[in-house]
């Protein structure tokens, strides 16, 4: 099983619809990013938790929500999805000690 | 408050040549400093990273990278390219405060390898 598993793996929804992407690790990190990835622009940070009482805003926050249900389980909503959040969304986990960081293979979702 | 420009939106090197994909970073602190490599439908993969020890860091795969601090440049080098190197390349900092870091990262090098 992969360190940080991610789903699902692609999604298509609509305008307005409220959805949910999940993410799960088995690093046993308290340290845990949703990363928001567009062509040409790298990636962006959207939320991050340090552990399950801690979250925070990254620097692209508005529009999403996100949920801290566990240490290994981390999820980000969209309450009402619109097309310009159509990108390639990844979940990082991380143990602090400056290691670097392990990644999801992510989800790819498209508002239409 | 901290940057990192990588230079090359993209870049082709023949099998079997040469890869430099350059990375220049601006930070008020001593940062870290990582190279990510994302190959086609895959989550990030870390190559190698800087945190102040020896300034000529190896990473896997046959890649390395220099700290030069007199240049703020982290530039990526392979002696030579295989094809399975085709990948997006991320040069990433890190401000390491107080315990809580937070990456800020390039816009991405996309290497090509020609046959």
């Known amino acids: 099983d992969a360190d940080v598993t991610q789903t699902p793996r692609n999604r298509i929804t609509k305008t307005g619809k409220r959805i949910m992407l999940e993410c799960s690790q088995t690093k046993g990190h308290d340290r845990m990013y949703w990363y928001r990835q567009d062509p040409g622009l790298g990636l962006r940070l959207i939320y991050y938790s340090f552990d399950v009482k801690d979250i925070n805003k990254g620097e692209i926050s508005d529009g999403y929500s996100v949920s801290r249900q566990a240490q290994a389980k981390f999820s980000l909503s969209l309450e009402s999805a619109i097309p310009n959040q159509t990108a390639l969304y990844f979940c990082a986990t991380d143990s602090g000690r400056g290691f670097g960081y392990t990644f999801g293979s992510g989800t790819r979702l498209t508002v239409v | 408050a901290q940057s990192v420009t990588q230079l090359d939106s993209h870049v082709s090197v023949s099998e079997g040549t040469p890869v430099l994909l350059r990375c220049n970073y601006s930070s008020s602190y001593s940062p870290s400093l990582f190279w990510y490599v994302q190959h086609p439908n895959k989550g990030l993969q870390l190559l190698l990273k800087?945190?102040?020890?020896?300034?000529l860091v190896k990473g896997i795969n046959g890649f390395e990278a220099e700290f030069k601090k007199s240049e703020t440049s982290f530039h990526l080098t392979k002696p030579s390219a295989h094809m399975s190197d085709a990948a997006e390349y991320f040069c990433?900092?890190?401000?390491?405060?107080?315990?809580?870091?937070?990456?800020?990262f390039g816009t991405g090098t996309r290497l090509t390898i020609i046959p």
């Open positions: 800087y945190t102040s020890a020896a300034t």
């Open positions: 990433v900092v890190s401000r390491p405060n107080f315990g809580n870091e937070k990456l800020t």
